[in-house]
């Protein structure tokens, strides 16, 4: 590729509302443009990194046995009311309707779709096992989208579906799985770790969400660094013996933390003025799963006035709340409430509270759990202000760092994710549920093992570029950088030397299967070298004149701090 013939396109600043590196750096590097509220066009740089994140995806996922289809991204309802999830499900499913008034959902994922191919494809047990996949267009209404790709509401994951006879079957099939994602990610060349999710009604270890580490992950990871034992934190919990808190917990429970936000925070957060009278609250949460429940610990805190309109607040108020406000668990808010998707109040306070400036969000916290005679385990963490980050104990109730671990070959760590893939079993739900079923060897009918499997395409980037990034811009691991290559003549206006030797290495490069751009812009030095820096490409070769004189290109990769000098005629060589 010569950049004259592509697009390139890089920006000095990011956007104002571009928080993480990955979202910033994406924007200036011209991958992505922003079209709303987390929806946005994947630009020619961006969509190269895309490509082949695709590709390996599904070079492994052939090789897995698994065999590729797409359905369609706008669904009839119909199917989805079969599996109930029609109705179950909250505010992330899209619904629509068409011009006959009939109604239809944007796939978030495809269960149903993928079920009904089944119930009519499947008839006999000598067609399992099957595993269907797709890389297609999800939409989630996601309540917060953020973080660029990191959290869009319309995105691109690589979904399958594994049909099987039994239950061991199924197992099988989900192993085989686990491991080509083990092989996906390997490639991808990024630190993560496949980690113990909660696996829902089926038990045991059926469920593992692939978590590539970076500080600015939403999610947390417990694990042993003394043994292979790694869950995400609601697993980690769940598994944890129940009875009081650890030591520590309650200790930071009771410990007003210094600059712990006030009530004036609180009062400000929500734009009412001091001493407004609170009569209620609500909690929510932006941790939902596909069916909608709550899986997430970040719980957030509303207080409301009597007389708020709780339909204007539910939703549109979060994303003014301060990260960092950590409550209670949700496995106690489930305890406690009962709780519905998304939105788990109101809850009406028996005796109405006061703000008051001076006071501590925790006290205040305290006069509403009191009256309410919940005990929230309020852990005395303020609402981000000062505050270390991580600061994970404060998540937590049943597992903090320095807990032994399960498997009693350690002591915990505690640390933070992105979620890119997860594997599931999903047992007979959306067999039984839509009836899809198979003849056995005795000609009974039996309903389909399943299990789903997940990976978020267009998360991935984003996850990379959290974990390979300094002040000047993106590293691209090699696998997944929009070139590998790229060549940077200096003067090749100027000087027919240059420009001829940049030729024929590009056109030998090329020769040999380098994914190379030529930098055929015209640009200076300067400029030049700025703009690969940003966009991440892993090397780089210079060619000059001053260069060729003495029968050299100069080589640097991405991490190098200075150059290399490369001779021309080994510069082919030497990248491969
Ligand atoms: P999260 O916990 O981040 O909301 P999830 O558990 O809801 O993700 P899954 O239903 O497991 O997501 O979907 C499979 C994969 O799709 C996830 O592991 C993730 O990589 C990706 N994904 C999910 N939601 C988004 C999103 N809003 N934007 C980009 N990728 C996403
Ligand atoms: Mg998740
Ligand atoms: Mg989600
Ligand atoms: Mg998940």
């Known amino acids: 590729m010569k950049a004259s013939g592509f697009f390139v396109s890089t920006l000095k600043e990011a956007p104002a509302d571009a928080e993480v590196a990955s979202h910033r750096l994406m924007m200036r590097a011209g991958m992505i443009k922003k079209l709303g509220a987390g929806i946005y066009s994947y630009m020619p740089m961006g969509l190269r990194v895309i490509r ?50 009939r109604d239809y959902v ?78 996906i990610f390997d490639r991808f060349g990024l630190t993560y770790r496949a980690v113990a999710a909660d696996s829902g009604a089926i038990g045991g270890d059926l469920s593992e969400e692939f978590q590539v580490i970076a500080a600015t992950g939403e999610d947390a990871i417990v694990y042993c660094p003394e043994s292979d034992y790694a869950a ?112 788990l109040g109101p809850l009406n306070l028996k005796k109405p509270v006061k703000l008051v400036a001076d006071r501590e969000v925790a006290v205040l916290a305290d006069w509403i759990t009191g009256a309410n005679e919940v005990d929230f385990h309020m852990t005395g963490v303020n609402w981000g202000r000062d505050l270390p980050e991580p600061d994970l104990v404060a998540d937590i109730r049943n597992v903090v760092a320095g807990d032994p671990s399960p498997d009693g070959r350690g002591l915990l760590a505690i640390e933070r994710g992105i979620e890119v893939g997860h594997v599931f079993v999903l047992g007979t739900k959306y067999s039984k549920d839509m009836n899809a079923t198979f003849l056995d060897e005795g000609g009974k009918p039996q309903y389909l093992e399943m299990g789903c499997y997940g990976i978020g395409i267009t998360r991935l980037p984003a996850a990379a570029i959290e974990q390979n990034h300094d002040e000047r811009g993106i590293i691209w691991p090699d696998a997944i950088a929009p070139f590998t290559v790229v060549l940077c003549p200096i003067g090749m206006d100027r000087s027919a030397d240059v420009k001829a030797a940049a030729e024929v290495l590009y056109e030998e490069l090329r020769g040999a299967g380098v994914d190379v751009l030529l930098d055929d812009r015209g640009e200076r030095p300067g400029a030049m070298f700025a703009d690969w820096e940003l966009i991440g490409v892993p090397h780089r070769l210079v060619i000059s004149d001053r260069g060729l004189k003495e029968g050299q290109f100069e080589y640097q990769h991405r991490r190098d701090t200075a150059a290399t000098k490369v001779p021309s005629t080994e510069a082919g060589a030497f990248i491969r």
């Not at 492994?60 to 109930?84: F, H, I, K, N």
């Not at 269907?132 to 995105?155: A, H, N, S, V």
Request: with cysteine.
């Open 52 to 101: 082949k994140v695709e590709a390996i995806v599904r070079e492994e996922m052939d090789r897995a046995g698994a065999v590729e289809l797409t359905m369609p991204v706008v669904q009839p309802a119909e199917l989805w009311q079969e599996s109930g999830r029609f109705e179950k499900m909250g505010p992330e499913l899209l619904r629509i309707k068409d011009r006959h008034e």
């Open 106 to 183: 944007v796939q978030p994922t495809s269960e149903e779709v993928v079920t009904d191919i089944a119930r009519q494809e499947i008839r006999s047990y000598k067609q399992l096992p099957k595993n269907f996949y797709q890389i297609q267009t999800k939409f989630r209404d996601e309540r917060r989208p953020r973080f660029g790709l990191m959290r869009g509401r319309e995105f691109t994951m690589k979904d399958a579906y594994s049909f099987d006879r039994d239950l061991t079957a199924a197992k099988a099939s989900y192993q085989n799985m686990a491991a080509a994602y083990r092989r």
């Open 232 to 343: 995400n934190l609601e697993k980690a919990e769940a598994l944890a013996p129940a009875g009081p808190r650890p030591a520590a917990v309650d200790a930071l429970a009771k410990t007003p933390t210094p600059g712990k936000s006030t009530c004036a925070d609180v009062a400000e957060l929500l734009g009412v003025p001091l001493a407004t009278t609170v009569k209620s609250l609500v909690l929510a949460t932006d941790k939902l799963d596909a069916a909608g429940n709550i899986t997430g610990v970040q719980v957030w805190l509303l207080l409301l006035r009597g007389d708020h309109d709780m339909n204007e607040i539910k939703v549109g108020k979060l994303p003014g709340l301060r990260e960092g406000f950590r409550f209670a668990t949700v496995g106690e808010i489930e305890d406690h409430f009962g709780c519905k998707p998304g939105y």
